[in-house]
């Protein structure tokens, strides 16, 4: 149960907190450290202080001033400095779903790396809370572990000001900084034997807090650079985070800039579903956000002007709405091809593929002023190639899309396509190498034997590989490797081996993968 007062000197704001204090000789300034040559002696004048505060004595000195701003917030929200019961907030057979789905779940093998085997050494254990104070994970000695459960240090206990007082994890949430809580800094008392440090971690995305990192110890093991240790993870993780974040952007602006191009001059820009702006026409004049709502086909721009607002599968189109433009809309063909499943949809409606129709329809793409029977035989079976087949083919799939979508005589489609694989070419022939590696997944169309489609494939692969090695881009480069054609290249593994410093966590997995393909070449 959540501690109240109900009475005694404790259920006011003692005299001494009533106003902002300045540091005194039992104080240092700023909020993130507190010197401790002699630790036992530290804790004890703390002691000594926490106890003349709360007893409303007089004071020579004073508490830090974020601890006094902390024991007043604390104090309001009635916390009992003789009680020491956090609320339980997840049972152990719930937290495996809540940590699953917290996005710090992203960067704890980071945390880990950094800071678990500090804690194991330095005798504390490593801590991260949600944007509540809520324990997610909790990890150090086993012997520690053990002594922190009675107090209620545990995973799935919350940890915020406002349920068991001035606390690292809950004072950074507070203030939103980094703060180390020492000894009798702590408001309840159960807990002065105890140090402990935290910074906040924010998201890149929305500049949200989504929790903190902690280290918490016995106050005789106090490291003295704890709260510099835990700023440093918070930042490394956050940097973490704005790199998937960038990664995410690339692809959905691979996958949706022809969207952007389809407007043909139109003020447009491409949204995320978290409300933020990351590709505009014209580049200029866009908020970094647009108040987009779920279901809801306009939205109002902060300078008055209206626009559309369409649905895309990661985000929104929004779009300047002009009410008396009656033109009609083009139908758009979409095709996934850099796909190990080829994919196309018709202004919305999948289309059912086999392989060869996939095939037909990337030349088509791919050759916009149209293709004859011969060439297509050509093109897919070789100089062997029969007209008349692929005329089979090619009037069964005109019957599919509708006579409207493809002409005759030669074959073309009339429709708006949108393919991956036209944006990667695009990104490259303009040096986008970061647009065109995010839309490559696998190579066009990897199961397809047919001539044209192979030279394409290989003439894209070759294109993209050798604008990834000359870019010296080290994201485009690890990103290169998660697709398909990058993923048993050595000499790009090798370029990521020399590039990468040697604490970014990518370049462990780097020179692993590495080893093992020279291992598998022998």
């Not at 700023?30 to 003349?52: C, I, K, M, W, Y």
């Not at 790396?113 to 997610?136: K, Q």
């Not at 990897?446 to 000359?470: C, F, K, N, T």
């Not at 990058?486 to 990518?506: K, N, Q, W």
Request: with cysteine; charged share 25%.
């Amino acid at each position: 149960m959540k501690s109240r007062i109900t009475d005694g000197p404790t259920a006011k704001t003692p005299r001494a907190l009533e106003t902002p204090t300045t540091a005194g000789n039992a104080t240092v300034s700023g909020a993130g450290s507190t010197p401790v040559d002699d630790p036992r002696a530290q804790s004890f004048a703390l002691r000594r202080l926490h106890e003349a505060v709360l007893g409303d004595a007089r004071l020579s000195t004073a508490p830090r001033s974020v601890i006094s701003e902390s024991w007043r917030r604390s104090l309001a929200a009635q916390v009992n400095p003789d009680s020491y019961s956090p609320i339980i907030v997840y049972r152990p057979d719930e937290i495996v779903d809540v940590r699953s789905a917290h996005p710090l779940r992203a960067v704890l093998p980071l945390l880990r790396d950094l800071l678990v085997s500090i804690a194991d050494a330095s005798r504390h254990v490593m801590i991260v809370t949600d944007a509540e104070g809520t324990i997610l994970w909790r990890e150090g000695a086993g012997d520690l572990c053990r002594r922190a459960d009675p107090v209620g240090l545990c995973e799935g206990a919350r940890w915020a000001e406002d349920t068991i007082g001035t606390n690292a994890m809950g004072t950074a949430l507070a203030i939103n900084a980094p703060v180390q809580i020492y000894s009798a800094e702590h408001l309840v008392r159960i807990y002065h034997s105890w140090t402990c440090a935290a910074a906040p971690i924010h998201d890149p995305d929305t500049g949200h807090v989504l929790g903190t990192i902690d280290v918490s110890g016995l106050l005789d093991e106090l490291h003295p650079a704890c709260v510099s240790l835990v700023n440093a993870a918070a930042k490394l993780a956050e940097s973490h985070l704005r790199h998937q974040m960038e990664l995410r952007d690339e692809r959905i602006r691979a996958r949706n800039l022809a969207h952007l191009a389809g407007l043909r001059g139109e003020p447009g820009a491409l949204v995320t579903l978290s409300r933020r702006v990351i590709a505009a026409e014209p580049h200029g004049g866009w908020p970094r956000r647009i108040p987009v709502e779920p279901g809801v086909d306009r939205v109002l721009l902060d300078d008055g002007r209206e626009a559309r607002v369409e649905p895309l599968p990661d985000g929104y189109l929004v779009r300047l709405a002009h009410p008396a433009r009656t033109a009609p809309r083009s139908p758009t063909l979409s095709l996934s091809f850099l796909n190990e499943r080829p994919a196309a949809v018709l202004d919305g409606r999948e289309v059912p593929l086999t392989l060869r129709r996939a095939e037909l329809l990337a030349l088509l793409a791919l050759h916009p002023g149209g293709l004859t029977g011969e060439q297509l035989a050509t093109m897919l079976y070789g100089d062997q190639g029969n007209p008349t087949t692929v005329r089979a083919s090619i009037h069964r799939l005109r019957a599919m899309l509708g006579e409207s979508i493809m002409s005759t005589q030669p074959y073309r489609l009339r429709a708006r396509v949108e393919a991956d694989f036209l944006t990667m070419r695009a990104a490259l022939d303009v040096g986008d190498v970061r647009t065109a590696v995010a839309a490559c997944r696998t190579s066009l169309l990897p199961h397809s034997d047919a001539p044209a489609i192979r030279a394409e494939r290989d003439q894209m692969v070759a294109a993209l590989r050798s604008a990834v090695l000359g870019h010296h881009d080290v994201d485009a480069l690890w990103t290169f490797t998660r697709s398909e054609p990058g993923s048993g290249d050595i000499e790009v593994f090798e370029r990521l081996t020399r590039t990468l410093p040697a604490h970014d966590p990518r370049h462990g997995l780097a020179a692993a993968r590495l080893a093992w393909l020279l291992a598998d070449e022998d």
